[in-house]
């Protein structure tokens, strides 16, 4: 199976061009086939070489790789010139000299006559005598090149939809060579295919108009007809199609917070269902179970939290190997040298990342909570605050005596329980009095892994600096605080 993702770059990997050229992927991946990339630059306004970069890298990090290419539409114009020439030669196209006036009126008609407005150009064309469109095109009139729309109907077995059939009398003669000689897009890509021998197009829904055209140029211009697919569009939450409106729908922007797998695995989802409640799925496990009988024939909706979702279960899941590079990375991004300060700790580095991937569901996230391990200031979260140092006596009685007792334990998470469990017992409370305050003094956080797990992570020396910075800005009242939850600067 050959099969094609040919993005025009005049925009970013969107989130359904990368979904088409996974798809795609995926039929080749699993079928031992060919994944053709070909970048539609014929728009020279509106394509750039940035725009270009941008498709491959995202591409790249995807993990979408491609036998051949990428090839440039660009690079083929001479063919697909030839081609349009070869069509009037063989009277299977014509040249149309219509006036901007006669088109403009042609439009205002089209109401009035059902269906046979795009025949006004061929009627005016028909009505030159012999060899009179040749002798003005020579003589340099401007005019551009129609396809002649045979009569009949254009059928197809949509590899999604099933049996499809266009009318042609509603197709319009369309314009296969502009007034510059340019081959425009139809045609462009009938050769392409053609040339790359490519036998299935999947793509999205809104070319579907495109396909009878593409189908009825193949065979006049003795092209094999390759097979088509049109996947459903992808919608916003309101149910309409998705755009800037509905958040990032460039690919690229979830770079920093998602992985790469969990991003294959939403987009497979979005639009195709493997027919069981299986939903957790690595890329060599889509490619084994992809089908196009299985891609959905409706619009499917994309649900950012769902995305968040999945990239929490890949993170809890993942090679831990491959996971460090990606947290590396947005570590340093984060704070300078902190990538540093844990690749010098390797296996207490992949202890806490083990423990604190279960939680998070963004790379972001969890290289946040990586960085509250690392000595340095941390914040102090004001729900947290006000929920466990409201008591502030009692606190700033628990935490001296804490620090005293942990500080002559051996630090492990064991023997760190056994302490604090006694000294809860000798204050005669329950250990959660002590857990909670000690675990804002810790992380300045509410939520986070077992408290003697983070004790364990922190260390010796870290722990018991935290807990005496909370005994400082607890002593210096509420003003100190407030500026601690708030990270404005605290009154001199
Ligand atoms: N270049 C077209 C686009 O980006 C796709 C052409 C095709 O898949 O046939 O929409």
């Given at each position: ?324 590079p990606i947290v590396n990375t947005r570590l340093a991004k984060l704070r300078h040298g902190a990538e540093r300060a ?109 408290i003697f797990d983070v004790l364990y992570y922190l260390g010796r020396d870290l722990s018991l600096d935290r807990i ?25």
């Amino acid at each position: 199976m050959r099969v094609r993702f040919a993005p025009s770059p005049t925009g970013f990997l969107h989130v359904g061009g990368a979904r088409t050229a996974l798809f795609n992927w995926l039929l080749a991946r699993q079928s031992g086939g060919t994944f053709v990339l070909r970048i539609e630059d014929t728009d020279r306004a509106r394509s750039n070489e940035a725009m270009t970069d941008a498709i491959l890298r995202g591409l790249g990090w995807l993990g979408i790789d491609w036998d051949e290419g990428p090839f440039f539409q660009s690079d083929r114009v001479g063919e697909h010139t030839a081609a349009g020439h070869s069509l009037l030669a063989g009277g299977q196209a014509y040249r149309d000299f219509s006036t901007p006036e006669e088109l403009a009126r042609d439009r205002a008609n089209i109401a009035a006559l059902a269906g046979e407005a795009t025949r006004a150009a061929r009627r005016r064309a028909e009505a030159l005598a012999p060899g009179e469109a040749e002798e003005r095109a020579e003589a340099g009139e401007p005019h551009v090149v129609r396809f002649l729309v045979p009569e009949g109907s254009t059928e197809w077995k949509d590899g999604v939809h099933g049996p499809m059939r266009f009318r042609n009398q509603d197709i319009d003669d369309l314009v296969i060579l502009r007034a510059d000689d340019s081959p425009t897009y139809n045609l462009a890509v009938v050769c392409d295919d053609a040339h790359a021998r490519i036998d299935m197009v999947l793509r999205g829904d809104d070319h579907l108009s495109n396909t009878p055209k593409q189908i009825l140029l193949a065979r006049a211009l003795g092209f094999p007809v390759p097979r088509f697919g049109h996947v459903p569009l992808i919608l916003g939450r309101d149910g309409k199609r998705l755009s800037k409106r509905h958040g990032a729908t460039d690919v690229a922007g979830y770079r920093h917070d998602v992985l790469p797998e969990a991003m294959v695995n939403f987009l497979a989802l979005l639009g195709w269902s493997p027919g069981d409640d299986r939903e957790v799925m690595d890329p060599d496990e889509i490619v084994r179970r992809f089908s196009l009988g299985r891609i959905l024939r409706k619009g499917s909706v994309f649900d950012a939290d769902k995305l968040a979702w999945l990239n929490g279960r890949h993170l809890s899941r993942m090679d831990l190997a491959k996971l460090e590079p990606i947290v590396n990375t947005r570590l340093a991004k984060l704070r300078h040298g902190a990538e540093r300060a844990v690749q010098d700790r390797r296996d207490w580095y992949g202890g806490l990342l083990d423990m604190l991937r279960t939680r998070a569901r963004s790379v972001d996230a969890l290289a946040r909570t990586v960085l509250l391990y690392l000595p340095g200031e941390i914040a102090y979260e004001p729900a947290a605050v006000r929920k466990h140092w409201k008591r502030r006596a009692e606190v700033q009685e628990y935490l001296p005596a804490l620090r005293r007792t942990l500080d002559g334990c051996e630090w492990q998470s064991k023997p760190l329980e056994r302490a604090l469990r006694g000294l809860a017992a000798e204050f005669g409370v329950g250990a959660g009095r002590l857990i909670h305050p000690l675990r804002v003094a810790l992380t300045g956080q509410a939520v986070s892994p077992g408290i003697f797990d983070v004790l364990y992570y922190l260390g010796r020396d870290l722990s018991l600096d935290r807990i005496e910075r909370a005994l400082g800005t607890l002593a210096e009242g509420e003003a100190k605080l407030q500026a601690a939850t708030s990270g404005r600067p605290a009154p001199a």
